[in-house]
């Protein structure tokens, strides 16, 4: 609010008769309300009633008691500013201005000090202006106070607050404003969506073809996923053509998700017979199947861009970093559903187990029945939300070129460019596990049936560590966060080797299922932590001007850290294995053959040629696991990275206060 005169002179400005001048300070609104002064608390002074526009202020004549308290309540909450500097300034303030009312469902955004140099509120809450007010960052300007003065959430009237330990006040979902918890709810519903197709195509899919394809060729079907790797390219489209009617999200929000839903519901009538066409002639059929898969996750990463994007401005600053905590929580439900649920409910053997008296040879869930059914929910879901949630309306509209000359900025940054390496090289060390150990345990012998029972446990704790993963990075700076997870996922890489190399020779057992049930935990663990870290690091360092391309490139670095290695690692599986068909011993019955019977030894370390020699009658023995090989490799080269360059320079960008972020550095204006 703006602070007026609130008496047009004062009878007497000598020290000499400051406590008179002190003794009652009539209001201009309200003469009948008057401050007195000493006040009854000596540690709450409602600066309302100090008259500014007095050169030779009441501020500069105060006792020194009453100049400490102004002086600190004004570094605590305006750092930079001081009574002198207001009392020049008040003039500017707007004339008129009536008291801001309190939202009791919006909490108000308060400075307070941060770790690192980082502030949590007070300048930092109002990011936006900071293009449009150059000023604003200079700390001894006289412009800056007059601002700071006109803004309508200008408040001196509050006892500076105890500066907290957490950047943030709320740490309880519970303990957030009403307005934020729907929000968040509406975030979870909407990166939940996205992670429905994402279970499939980096889940269940690659599952059911192992049957049919190769470690290389299922490498090829991880190019499905590429769109969320490649969606900083058209991330600047999505920020800055939008239609005011719909508002900035909504204009893309409403349209993907109605392509979404038509796009499941086709590929639900058709599935079938592309999974088959996928696995035909040597596999080579996967390429077109991956195509449309492809598609599909798109549209999911375009839809992503414009979630991120909303997400800065639906939750209030203080509890940003529950978005985040939005994101773990709905898009690991969604791939929870689409890749352990619908793999337990897909297996004939799980099925028959639970549900079936008389058994079947199909699951109770099919896959095209699983995609049309999220075809219509997707179409349900966009038509509520197109009635039912309004977006703020703004005025801010860049146009394209803006937003890619924004983007190359953004890359142009040291900072920027830092962390970029960061995300390219950090995941190398677990590529290994999280893409080929499921796989290989199904190798051994491990069901279809016992991977869904792993997962399915490992869920609530999945969940439940990614609520409590964002209290970390709340509690803690996310970057040391992040960099604690690292070390333990290293860990859990290497046990997870030590899990397959121990596989029992006579078959699955209850001890062993636990193990496996126990390193599926720990490396789901330290996977959510370090996500929900580094997703809470980039909502903080975003620039909410341009929001949208500034955290889509952010999260489009750290997903293809994760997505350019797959590919690769895959083919070094199929590469440094060794492995033989040896022709079997004597001749099997001729109806037991389900291909030509094997009679000279060849390679079957593909899968295509391990079909061939198991259904000619043959046995393929494995005389080096290319797996072993390829995950020393990766661990190896995680721990050198982590310690040479990743851990040090996580610790300097964690360090640098939040300017060293934006386009353009305030101080060399």
Request: glycine fraction near 8%; aromatic fraction near 12%.
């Amino acid at each position: 609010m703006s602070i007026e005169p609130s008496v047009p002179s004062l009878p007497d400005t000598s020290p000499s008769s400051q406590d008179e001048q002190f003794s009652t300070l009539p209001l201009r609104d309200n003469p009948q309300d008057s401050f007195h002064y000493p006040p009854a608390n000596p540690e709450h002074i409602p600066l309302r009633y100090i008259n500014p526009s007095i050169r030779n202020s009441p501020v500069e004549q105060a006792s020194p008691a009453l100049q400490l308290d102004i002086q600190g309540t004004l570094e605590h909450n305006y750092p930079g500013s001081s009574p002198n500097s207001i009392a020049d300034s008040s003039q500017m303030g707007r004339k008129g201005d009536k008291p801001r009312l309190k939202d009791p469902d919006r909490p108000e955004s308060k400075a307070t000090g941060g770790e690192n140099g980082h502030t949590n509120g007070g300048m930092d809450s109002h990011l936006e202006m900071r293009r449009k007010h150059p000023s604003l960052d200079s700390p001894d300007s006289t412009s800056q106070t007059a601002h700071l003065l006109s803004r309508e959430d200008f408040s001196l009237d509050e006892k500076p607050p105890s500066t907290p330990n957490s950047p943030n006040a709320n740490t309880s979902f519970f303990d957030l404003p009403r307005q934020d918890r729907r929000n968040f709810l509406l975030l979870v519903l909407l990166y939940f969506l996205q992670g429905i197709p994402m279970g499939l195509a980096t889940g269940s899919v690659p599952f059911l073809l192992k049957s049919h394809l190769s470690y290389g060729q299922i490498g090829v079907f991880s190019l499905a996923s590429y769109p969320y790797s490649l969606k900083l390219f058209w991330s600047p489209i999505v920020d800055a053509v939008w239609s005011p009617a719909l508002g900035r999200r909504k204009s893309w929000i409403l349209p993907i998700q109605t392509f979404s839903g038509l796009a499941l519901i086709y590929l639900g009538s058709r599935i079938k017979d592309m999974l088959s066409a996928a696995g035909a002639t040597d596999g080579s059929g996967v390429w077109s199947f991956t195509g449309w898969w492809f598609f599909l996750v798109f549209l999911c990463a375009t839809q992503d861009i414009a979630v991120d994007g909303w997400a800065l401005t639906l939750l209030s600053l203080p509890n940003l970093s529950y978005a985040s905590t939005a994101q773990t929580v709905g898009l690991t439900a969604g791939h929870f559903l689409s890749y352990t649920v619908f793999l337990a409910f897909n297996s004939p053997d799980f099925a028959n187990r639970w549900f079936r008296s008389t058994p079947s040879e199909v699951g109770v869930m099919t896959l095209a029945g699983y995609l049309t059914f999220w075809g219509w929910s997707y179409l349900i879901v966009t038509l509520g939300l197109a009635m039912l949630k309004r977006e703020d309306k703004t005025k801010e509209k860049d146009s394209i070129v803006e937003v890619y000359r924004s983007m190359i900025g953004i890359l142009k940054l040291k900072n920027i460019q830092s962390i970029i390496i960061v995300h390219l090289i950090a995941k190398i060390g677990f590529q290994a596990n999280d893409g080929v150990t499921n796989l290989k345990l199904l190798d051994k012998g491990f069901s279809q049936e016992d991977l869904a029972l792993t997962v399915l446990i490992d869920f609530p704790f999945e969940i439940s560590l990614g609520y409590y993963a964002g209290r970390w990075s709340t509690m803690y700076p996310a970057m040391h966060v992040w960099c604690w997870a690292f070390i333990g996922r290293l860990f859990a890489a290497g046990i997870a080797q030590g899990v397959v190399m121990m596989f029992p020779k006579d078959g699955v057992q209850t001890w062993y299922l636990f193990t496996v049930i126990a390193s599926h935990i720990f490396s789901t663990f330290t996977n959510t932590v370090m996500f929900v870290a580094i997703s809470a690091f980039h909502a903080k360092i975003s620039d909410p001007l341009i929001g949208g391309t500034y955290m889509t490139l952010l999260a489009t670095v750290s997903n293809l850290g994760g997505t350019f290695p797959r590919f690769f690692i895959l083919k070094l599986v199929d590469y440094f294995t060794v492995a033989t068909c040896h022709p079997p011993s004597s001749p099997p019955k001729t109806d037991l053959l389900k291909a030509d019977l094997v009679t000279v030894p060849f390679s079957c370390a593909l899968e295509a040629q391990k079909h061939r020699c198991l259904d000619g009658g043959g046995t393929c023995a494995i005389e080096r696991d290319g797996y072993y090989i390829t995950n020393v490799i990766c661990v190896i080269i995680g721990v050198v990275t982590f310690l040479g360059y990743i851990r040090p320079a996580a610790m300097k960008l964690q360090a640098l206060p939040l300017r060293a972020w934006r386009l353009v550095d305030p101080d060399s204006r």
